[in-house]
């Protein structure tokens, strides 16, 4: 009797003890299996964390390659056309009867302008425009006026170097200077300075 009951009870512990066991190896397993889950959790969010930090990269150096690219249409195209532009209109504007036969000015002082003055400032518009053309990103529009202009220059120099034409005009040749030209040019050099300005804002919005 008395070894009968020792065995039942010896039984117990031993099912008890590998209830435990088994117990312990489940609960084992199923930590290993959140912190695996854990693991992987932050692992994804890791490579989003690294995604978004390599868009926001990507982007910010998209924006400085565009920014630099308008601060070369601006510094090396439009702002150097501009000015020459604009020397010009002042002499024009202060001699408006330049090119017509009612100018009294002397003709030692009309020849240093003409040629120091209009045609240098032209010839240098001519080799901006031909050297850095790709700069420009000129529509249809600007594009037509751009190689009017270039007619004009040319024909107005041609014409400077023979004796028999040296005191007419392009406009007799059929080359006037393009009327809208001024106009277009402005407004395209207002179109890429805006868009340098807003992009300088939105790069100081990102800092």
Do not use: C
């Amino acid at each position: 009797m008395d070894n009968t009951l020792t065995q039942e009870i010896i039984k117990i512990f031993i099912d008890k003890g590998i209830m435990a066991i088994l117990i312990l190896f489940i609960a084992f397993r199923f930590n290993k299996m959140i912190e695996k889950i854990k693991t992987s959790n932050t692992e994804v969010l890791d490579l989003k964390r690294q995604k978004s930090i390599l868009e926001n990269d990507l982007l910010k150096d998209k924006r400085f390659r565009k920014l630099s690219f308008l601060e070369r249409q601006l510094s090396e195209f439009y702002w150097p056309i501009y000015i020459r532009l604009q020397k010009d209109t002042i002499l024009f504007e202060k001699i408006p009867n330049f090119f017509s036969d009612h100018n009294t000015l002397p003709i030692e002082t009309n020849d240093y302008l003409e040629n120091e003055v209009i045609l240098k400032n032209h010839n240098e518009i001519v080799e901006i425009i031909e050297s850095k053309f790709h700069l420009a990103e000129a529509d249809e529009i600007l594009s037509n006026e751009f190689l009017k202009y270039i007619k004009h220059v040319t024909t107005y120099q041609a014409i400077r170097k023979i004796s028999h034409f040296n005191h007419r005009n392009p406009i007799d040749f059929n080359e006037p200077y393009p009327p809208n030209f001024n106009d277009i040019f402005a407004e395209n050099l207002k179109k890429i300075q805006t868009k340098y300005n807003n992009l300088v804002e939105e790069i100081k919005g990102d800092v």
